[in-house]
């Protein structure tokens, strides 16, 4: 059946219908801050012999009926596995500690194994 679309809207309207648009984007790195920011150790060699020699964490962002959720995850380059990972609805440093905190457990680095991460505040 085709319907012109102010019909539909006016019937939406009349029936108490509203449309819900969701943001495209959402920024998640505030990389203009004042705290410490690590030095890039990594410097672009992405080369790994064995685990837990390199680790890349970083944080995005889902849409979902309640609102936004935040995932942080952190990948061990080696096996390209995710070793440590953590939700919440607010993006702050709680997140990047609890994804950190998994991967520590879970992995128990030896020392000498780079975290790398964007400059982002939640990872300062």
């Given at each position: ?74 990948l061990d380059w080696h096996s390209r596995r995710v070793i440590g990972w953590a939700v919440n609805n ?35």
């Open positions: 059946m085709k319907v012109e679309h102010r019909r539909v809207g006016r019937l939406m309207g009349e029936n108490g219908i509203k449309i819900i648009r969701t943001p495209k984007y959402k920024v998640t790195t505030d990389s203009n801050h004042t705290f410490n920011v690590a030095p890039n150790l990594l410097d672009q060699d992405f080369s790994v012999d064995g685990p837990n020699q390199k680790w890349a964490g970083d944080i995005s962002y889902i849409w979902t009926s309640e609102g936004w959720l935040y995932l942080a995850v952190i607010r993006l702050n440093r709680d997140l990047a500690i609890c994804e950190l905190d998994m991967a520590v457990a879970l992995r128990q680095p030896p020392k000498g194994c780079i975290h790398h991460t964007d400059r982002g505040s939640q990872y300062c």
